[in-house]
């Protein structure tokens, strides 16, 4: 059988689940939205009890990195994100996620070639391109 563009378009359009968009986005803000007024909280206590801003904004984002770490480990955030989608990849907390979810997976081969070798394997290309932008943008800000 020969399959054409178009017939596997067709195909896959069948057996692919459908999805209600207004709901998915309103379920996405909401949710990540809820992870940031987590944080704006936590900012405000860690500054309520004599942190300056610098060091309050740091130990917000340790406090919410290690809650989304252990809630990685738990299965609780892979049952969020199930249902919020995007609004926990955006965050922070899905970039401890990413990085959470890969040591995990690869604990089986060992700690070296295991979660040593495989740790940023999902959050690996954030960090290069990250990296590479922020050069980027360091560079045309020092020219202009």
């Known amino acids: ?9 067709q195909m896959t359009e069948q057996v692919s689940p459908k999805s209600n968009s207004k709901v998915n986005v309103s379920v996405a803000f909401l949710v990540g ?6 944080g704006q909280i936590l900012l405000e206590i860690f500054e309520y009890y004599g942190l300056d ?3 309050a904004s740091a130990w917000t984002s340790i406090v919410l990195v290690t809650a989304s770490a ?12 199930k249902h919020a989608g995007a609004g926990t990849l955006v965050p922070i907390t899905g970039f401890s996620n990413a990085i959470s979810s890969s040591a995990i997976e690869s604990k089986s081969e060992g700690y070296i070639l295991g979660v040593g070798a495989k740790i940023f394997t999902i959050a690996g290309p954030v960090i290069l391109y990250g990296l590479a932008s922020a050069v980027i943008y360091g560079i045309i800000f020092y020219i202009f």
């Open 53 to 55: 801003r610098t060091s």
């Open 1 to 9: 059988m020969n399959i054409t563009p178009e017939m596997y378009s």
């Open 70 to 81: 252990v809630c990685t480990g738990l299965g609780w955030y892979q049952k969020l994100a």
């Open 33 to 38: 939205g809820g992870i940031c007024v987590i």
